[in-house]
């Protein structure tokens, strides 16, 4: 959707950034290095505008997740398969900054800019945390966070199909 699901920035990491700024105030590598890349907002999901409190805080009961992704995604990996030219591919892939995320509340709840932005803290098995990658996988899977091996591709799914879809291992 939105996020270097990677972490491939190499700027300056400040240390202990995510707890000592604000969102607001993290540089360009930091805000990338937020992401956890579980790919969860790469899923289709299903919002109930019409019930989205004044505040365009949209909460459990008016997202539903699908374990169906974005044409883009490797469902293998969990990585978006073209994320440096993913707009030219997918026009409508969200940018997630510092303005909109307040708007994006349909995140799912172990999002680390979302947990960041209501003052949880960054996920256990966060990367800038744990500093050991297959720390983090083993911690996520543990956790039944992230989409990898268990996503299905978009293409060529029809309307009817991917709304019996709808799965519960992934919450706002
Ligand atoms: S293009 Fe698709 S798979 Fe890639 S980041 Fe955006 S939503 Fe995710
Ligand atoms: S849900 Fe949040 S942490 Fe997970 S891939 Fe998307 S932006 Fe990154």
Known sequence: MDSDHG??????????????FTL????????????????SCCLIKYIDDENVSDDNNHEAEMVEYTDVTCQLMDCAT????HYATRQEHVPDCIQLTIENLPHMMW???????????????????????TGDAVA???????????????????TGMSDEEMETRVVNWVKP
Not at 139 to 153: E, I, K, T
């Open 7 to 20: 972490n491939e920035s190499t700027a300056i990491l400040r240390p202990q950034f995510w707890s000592r």
């Open 24 to 39: 607001s105030e993290l540089n360009h590598s930091e805000w990338e290095a937020v992401c956890d890349g579980c790919g």
């Open 78 to 81: 969990g990585y978006c398969q």
């Open 107 to 129: 995140l799912p709840s172990h999002c680390a800019y979302k947990r960041l932005y209501k003052g949880q803290g960054l996920p256990s098995w966060h990367l800038l945390l």
């Open 136 to 154: 983090t996988q083993q911690q996520m899977r543990a956790a039944n966070v992230g989409v990898a091996g268990r996503c299905v591709s978009e």
